[in-house]
């Protein structure tokens, strides 16, 4: 298992980590590059959300073995992530978090007893 936890200052120091972490993970085994750009894209939605609208993060951890991606984001607010349905209106934002759920197998999210809480999420690769 290769494993990155130090709390990124914004996603593309998030997405380095990860393109490092899978340049590790992968080195023994075979992959497409849209497994990448799907970790690449979902890793940035997490970090840029709760820079964005959570408080910043507080927490990030980056895990990777021969069967996936896990990645771990804690982040200063208590309230869920929203959708928007299409034609709601014409503001940006509500689209990332439908497609982190569609990209990913799992996804739990967890408020933490202090404050805030953690996003979990695993893409097979």
């Not at 998030?14 to 340049?23: E, I, M, P, Q, Y």
């Not at 073995?65 to 200063?76: H, N, P, T, W």
């Not at 992530?81 to 967890?110: N, Q």
């Amino acid at each position: 298992m290769w494993r990155t936890g130090l709390v990124p200052v914004d996603a593309a120091e998030a997405r380095r980590r990860v393109t490092d972490l899978l340049g590790a993970a992968m080195e023994r085994m075979s992959t497409r590059d849209t497994v990448v750009a799907d970790a690449l894209l979902v890793t940035s939605e997490l970090v840029t959300n709760a820079l964005r609208h959570a408080g910043g993060v507080t927490a990030f951890e980056a895990m990777a073995d021969r069967v996936g991606l896990r990645l771990v984001v804690e982040d200063a607010s208590d309230a869920l992530p929203t959708t928007k349905e299409p034609g709601e209106d014409f503001t940006p934002g509500g689209y990332g978090w439908p497609m982190v759920c569609r990209l990913a197998t799992s996804v739990t999210v967890s408020l933490l007893p202090s404050g805030g809480k953690r996003i979990q999420v695993f893409l097979p690769l």
